[in-house]
């Protein structure tokens, strides 16, 4: 019997060794990126403190949303709507503070709009039982027309200096505000998905869902709340959207949800759910910010920084995918 | 320790007004080992299925420590200390063994944290008392199946059950690991819990299990004790001594003088090993074996969905490359296969559409899609089957299985394949429907096809075949013509590899 139990010995799968792998690439991956650009730019000051300062605050807002959504994808779902979610925030929290409601009315109207816009999400997607992609498919395009409505394009300017000092280009002492809004909300974040009963059922959902109902999981429940925590932090990233260009505009926040989900899926999370990483996710949003500020540095515009995104957010996918096979 | 922990008397239960259990009884002592046996349909998985909440019962009574209770949802069946240990499918794979084993009952610390350090230690602890060699923090996707349930079980013991139900608990495991779980039900067993073992495998029953209840057509048969009883009273039992009339089987003749029209030679691949099989045109060969002998994996390696590792196959005395189902069917192959919903029928689409998928490129004009010929086509085979749809463009999902079932079957035979393979052709079906199927089976080996069928169900295997080939362990260990075959116990007997 003895002999047997030893035979018998855990199978060593040889996935594990890609999947280790996989779950750090980001790290080196973030570490080359970083010393690419800090040799081919040393002359262009990609290395100094204001630049570096500036990759955080120009990541701030995909590191939030990131966040969230590395929720999401672990329940084994999926937010396109981010983008415009931020969008419509943006504008909300521009009109209230516009209309002399003050910062709090502005933060209300903000975070508001995300947390209808999640929770519409987030009903359809368990109680209609629609896929979340064609919900969110279907929102992003709805909440980009009603933001690009709400004040038919036009921008709305915010004047109030406190806001745009909290929500966007203040600095307290050395450090920028948006720097500090990432840290604090990566830390309640890592905790959520680590820590408390909440991530681990979202965890468990994700691994697989009948059985984590069968454990007494509530599965619907955890993906309603999974999307109200994109609407939540998509509403709050529009806001640190106006604070920072002093306005709200329907066209900030565009081609987000491929910045967020390349860095939720860089950093480790897997697309089919069950396994998720904070700490990767925002090592994933930095780097997708210092590709961005760097390529910025070297000239290329906009369209070419696109071309580069959709091809990390495809490798990261296939580096992912190759692992998942047994 | 007289007294049975479970008791269950007079269970009835009816689906559509078909009763499927009529005043079934079936009680379980503590710290027993108890087989229920029976034939498919005999009755087991839905008195299992009551027990456990997922269905009611139409009347009877349940009790346990002799206190009757109600279980109407399987939480009631966890209040009451019953739990089912499921295959593979309860565990979630990417969290630890420890995560899984607390999942939802975690214990927090001071700041309503998760407190993972105490869960592991529960876990160590526990995993120690059953002697389970895994680690609390082991992820359980890296474990190998056989830990899979131990842990399941692990999960169970710490929900207090006190009962626990094993459905063929072996079915995936080899050898080893098969050893190592019967150790651990010894343990479980001195330990007072009580096993309700439902399984095929009587080798298996007779080494681990203390009694035996036998269902048979719905009804409760016997009750034996294993150390008082033969193999042959509980083959008896099941098979039952009632002879189905439909299923009689007729003498057939097939040309035996010409050359083989499929052969399969020295085929081994990841379940099977070293097959060799001829069939000759007209014949009909049944492949008889337990559930993971092997026998639906033959199938899929002869039509190309899982690889082969060595091995040649021919048709018509020509070797044929069977990398894919394309390569199959472009060989004359034709697979009916086991699970019709999930794999044979695209249940969202039309009868017509389904029955010319296969065939899409006979029916063509040009590119477009020849809608008379195709209708044509159908509305055929519609007649041929008896498929009772009110159209060829209703929704395969509307209708009933032995209609689907006929669809499956259309959809090969418009594309007429010289080798035909079904595995379990009548799983699911009525009885009406069954015989009728038979019949076209009948009906294509006369028409000088090769015809290779899988099922567990004896009766039919014996009515089908005019071979009977049995597997064990991924290898042809028996081969029988049907007329050496004198009952379905010695069949029987055959596929348990005595």
């Known amino acids: ?326 | 320790m007289d007294q049975p922990i479970l008791e269950m008397k007079n269970i009835n239960k009816a689906f559509n007004g078909i009763p499927v259990l009529k005043d079934v009884n079936f009680s379980v002592k503590k710290g027993e080992v108890h087989a229920l046996m029976g034939g498919n349909g005999a009755g087991k998985s839905t008195l299992m299925k009551i027990l456990t909440g997922v269905y009611t019962a139409d009347s009877g009574e349940i009790s346990i420590e002799g206190k009757p209770v109600s279980i109407k949802s399987y939480e009631e069946a966890q209040k009451n200390n019953i739990s089912m240990i499921f295959q593979e499918f309860s565990l979630i794979p990417t969290l630890t063994v420890a995560q899984n084993i607390f999942l939802t009952r975690e214990k927090k610390t001071g700041m309503g944290l998760l407190d993972d350090k105490d869960c592991e230690k529960k876990t160590e602890k526990l995993l120690e008392e059953l002697g389970v060699d895994i680690k609390p923090s082991d992820i359980v996707q890296n474990l190998g199946v056989g830990y899979w349930q131990m842990t399941e079980i692990a999960k169970a013991l710490s929900q207090e059950a006190k009962i626990l139900i094993m459905d063929e608990p072996t079915s995936s495991l080899t050898k080893n690991e098969t050893e190592v779980l019967f150790g651990f039900i010894n343990k479980l067993k001195a330990k007072g819990y009580s096993i309700i073992y439902i399984s095929h495998r009587m080798d298996e029953i007779f080494q681990i299990c203390d009694r035996i209840t036998i269902l048979r057509d719905g009804r409760y048969i016997t009750t034996e004790t294993c150390s008082e009883t033969t193999l042959d009273t509980v083959i008896q039992h099941i098979v039952g001594m009632e002879f189905d009339q439909a299923f009689e089987w007729k003498e057939r003749s097939y040309a035996t003088d010409v050359p083989p029209i499929f052969e399969v030679r020295n085929l081994t691949a990841r379940k099977v090993q070293d097959i060799n099989l001829k069939i000759q045109p007209g014949e009909i060969v049944g492949i008889a074996g337990l559930m993971g002998s092997g026998r639906t994996e033959l199938l899929r390696n002869l039509f190309g969905i899982d690889p082969i590792e060595s091995g040649e196959i021919y048709v018509n005395g020509q070797k044929q490359t069977i990398k894919n189902p394309r390569n199959a069917i472009d060989s004359g192959l034709a697979l009916i296969p086991e699970d019709r919903r999930m794999q044979g029928l695209v249940l969202e689409h039309s009868v017509k559409d389904n029955m010319i998928l296969p065939i899409l490129s006979k029916v063509k004009k040009g590119t477009f899609i020849d809608n008379k010929k195709s209708n044509d086509i159908s509305n055929e085979f519609v007649r041929k089957l008896n498929i009772k749809t009110d159209h060829i463009f209703k929704q395969a999902r509307l209708l009933s299985g032995g209609n689907q079932q006929k669809i499956v079957l259309a959809k090969w035979l418009a594309n007429d394949p010289t080798v035909l393979m079904l595995d379990e052709p009548t799983i699911g079906v009525d009885i009406g429907a069954k015989t009728e199927i038979v019949d076209i089976i009948r009906a294509m080996a006369e028409s000088g096809k090769a015809i290779l069928v899988v099922s567990s169900e004896l009766p039919e295997l014996l009515a089908l075949s005019d071979r009977v080939i049995v597997m064990h362990d991924g290898k042809i260990k028996k081969e029988i013509t049907r007329k050496e075959i004198k009952s379905e116990e010695e069949l029987q007997y055959a596929i348990q590899g005595f």
């Open chain 1, 1 to 326: 019997m003895q002999s047997k139990v030893s035979n018998l010995q855990k199978q060593e799968n040889p996935v594990l060794k890609g999947f280790e792998w996989r779950n750090y690439i980001v790290y080196f991956a973030f570490v080359g990126v970083l010393i690419y650009f800090s040799i081919t730019l040393s002359d262009d000051g990609f290395l100094t403190t204001g630049n570096l300062l500036n990759i955080v605050r120009q990541t701030a807002t995909i590191s939030l949303m990131a966040l969230a959504m590395t929720f999401v994808i672990s329940t084994g779902e999926i937010d396109l709507s981010v983008g415009s979610i931020a969008a419509l925030s943006s504008l909300v929290g521009a009109l209230a503070l516009q209309a002399g409601y003050g910062i709090i009315g502005g933060l209300i109207g903000g975070v508001g709009t995300g947390l209808v816009v999640g929770l519409i999400n987030g009903l359809l997607v368990t109680k209609v039982a629609i896929p979340s992609f064609l919900v969110t498919l279907g929102t992003m395009g709805a909440i980009k027309g009603f933001a690009m409505w709400v004040t038919d394009t036009a921008p709305v300017p915010i004047v109030n200096a406190n806001f745009n000092f909290i929500f966007g280009s203040g600095d307290i002492g050395p450090i920028p505000v948006l720097l500090l809004w990432t840290v604090v909300f990566t830390v309640i974040a890592h905790v959520l998905l680590r820590k408390t009963s909440f991530g681990r059922q979202v965890l468990a959902t994700g691994g697989n869902e009948n059985a984590a109902r069968f454990s007494g999981v509530k599965t619907m429940k955890i993906k309603l709340m999974v999307f109200l925590g994109t609407g939540l932090m998509a509403g709050l990233a529009g806001l640190l959207y106006a604070g920072r260009m002093n306005a709200g505009r329907f066209s900030f926040g565009e081609g987000d949800e491929l910045s967020v989900i390349a860095a939720v899926i860089l950093g480790g999370t897997s697309l089919f759910g069950g396994v998720g990483t904070i700490i990767g996710t925002i090592v994933g949003s930095l780097m997708i910010g210092t590709i961005n500020n760097g390529l910025i540095i070297m000239g290329l515009d906009v369209s070419q920084q696109m071309i580069i995104k959709g091809i990390i957010i495809i490798l990261a996918v296939a580096f992912g995918k190759k692992a998942m096979k047994r």
